[in-house]
């Protein structure tokens, strides 16, 4: 690139800088005094934009024309425009240094070559007499000649007069020319009989020294030429490069496809490019969660209103159910007047439960029942219904008044309801149950029961009546047989029995604070039944349920929970006086 060109580019560069840069405060930083408002981002290179422009700067495809090309080329031409002056300029300098340097060392070789030869030569004439014997001074003079560099050699007396000379005498004096003098002076002679004066041509150093100018030139070239290729590769991998994957990804990243910045696993903290990039990815990936976390919130947004709506629709239906349930379980005070006082604690875990109990008066006999169908909720109130059909049938079609009987039919009614007698039977569902004969005649309690016993308490001992094993229902195992007859006992004033599914009995809790978990079981109920077993029911009931639930703790309730506590009322033998 000529002088003239550079001198052009460097005096356009200087109009478009003056032309379009802000004005600055005269002075530097420190001594202009304290900025301005809004001076430090005008200086920064931040210009005010009119409102009507924003949009323009951020439409859709406003960084496309920065990633074509123009701008990072325009890189690599500043820095070579401003590197490579200065690097051409000090390798010349050295260069030029260096060649000066040795050229002024040849050029003192030179002289004390020239003085060497001079004072050798005199030595030589002085022995001769040379300038006696004129004669006998041409040998060594022709003697200098032998030297490459020899021009001519002159020897003078002690008046300056010439008294001979070899070589040929230069017409002008010449910058090439090394002279030098040295003085005659014989053994014993006080002052110098003549002067000898030589010179040598110094052509052959310059010579040498322009081949080496030349060489520092030409090898300055290659230098600054591989630097100039070394940096323009090195511009276009580590920083071109870098910034063309950088706009690329904020071209995608303008559209919402969050693409991050491919860093080539060569991540360097020290590099400024990408602690850029991996800056940029990190707010491609905040960016990319807040939007996915929008969406995520929308569509969880949508699934929650979904699931209320179900929800709602499903507690409406099983809150439904739970009214029909109700209604299919009888009165409270079904036996009232039976000479029985009774009360019930029936709480189901949740809005129906699979436990049900029988109440009725019939033909003088009381009859109560407790079951506990397969499972609960939903599942356990659908059996409960059978069962409640099946007692209905059994009580009032077939006229069973034997808690054993009624055991056997309420069986083989559920195996045949579930389709259990066939092969290949999918159902694997039944209930423990417990029944209970009030027969206030003969003032006795016929009990039988398929995994539910009967607990008594009299004069402050509990007993236990234990039913069958086996349960009603389920598929045909060879377990143990049904009850075939019924447990007749006397019933005493003050006996109070207690008839209850297993979810009374298997309450999971601690019996002390920091002791382990462990279930309740019959003896822990009949514990807690026994010291308030004098009281009226309702209040034993009552005094119960906040017992298991102090006992569980923060543990939760495992099943539904059905009791019946009945003993002979109080008024009995009078009601019967007066019958009699």
Known sequence: MSDQAMSGQATNCQAMSEAGAPARRSGALRGAGPLRRGEALTQLGFHEVEEGAVAGIMRPGALRGAARGRDLDSLAHTLFLRIYPVIAVVVLLTQAGIACVNYTDQLRLYGERANLLAGVTAAALARADGIRAPDSASAPLQALSLDPAFRYAALRDAEGHLVASAGEMPRKRSFDLIQASADLAGPGEGRPSGTLTIALSAEDLRVNAEKQALLALGTSLVLMLAFVLTLHANVRRHVLGPL?????????????????????????????????????????????????????????????????????????????????????????????????????????????????????????????????????????????????????????????????????????????????????????????????????????????????????????????????????????????????????????????????????????????????????????????????????????????????AAYRGEQARRDDMTLIAFRMAEDAPQERAAAA
């Open 244 to 548: 063309n994957r950088l706009l690329a990804a904020m071209r995608e990243v303008e559209h919402k496809r969050w693409t991050a910045v491919d860093l080539g696993g060569a991540y360097r903290p020290s590099n400024e490019i990408d602690a850029i990039s991996s800056a940029f990815n990190r707010m491609v990936e905040g960016l990319r969660s807040g939007d996915e976390a929008r969406q995520l919130l929308q569509q969880l947004e949508r699934a929650h209103a979904e699931l209320a709506q179900a929800n709602r629709q499903v507690i409406e239906s099983i809150a439904y159910a739970r009214r029909i349930q109700t209604s299919v379980l009888p009165d409270r005070a079904a036996l009232a007047g039976s000479g029985l006082d009774v009360a019930v604690l029936w709480e189901p875990l949740h809005l129906v439960g699979g436990d049900y109990f029988w109440l009725e008066e019939i033909d003088g006999l009381s009859v109560i029942v407790a079951a506990d169908c397969t499972g609960h909720g939903v599942p356990g109130a659908f059996l409960t219904l059978i069962v409640a059909t099946a007692l209905d049938r059994l009580l009032h079609e077939r006229g069973l008044r034997s808690p054993a009987a009624l055991l056997a039919g309420l069986d083989a009614i559920v195996r045949t309801q579930l389709r259990q007698d066939g092969r290949g039977a999918e159902s694997d569902d039944g209930l423990d149950c417990g029944i209970c004969i009030w027969d206030p005649a003969e003032r006795t309690l016929r009990f039988a029961g398929a995994g539910l016993s009967l607990t008594c308490i009299r004069d402050g001992v509990a007993t236990r009546e234990r039913g069958g094993r086996r349960g009603l229902g389920y598929p045909h195992t060879g377990r143990e047989a049904l009850p075939e007859r019924d447990a007749v006992m006397a019933v005493t004033p003050g006996a109070t029995f207690y008839l209850m599914t297993d979810g009374i009995t298997d309450q999971m809790g601690s019996p002390a604070p920091g002791a382990p978990a462990r279930l309740l079981g019959h003896r822990g109920v009949a514990d807690r039944l026994v010291p308030r077993a004098g009281r009226p029911l309702p209040e034993q009931i009552a005094a119960l349920e906040a017992d298991l």
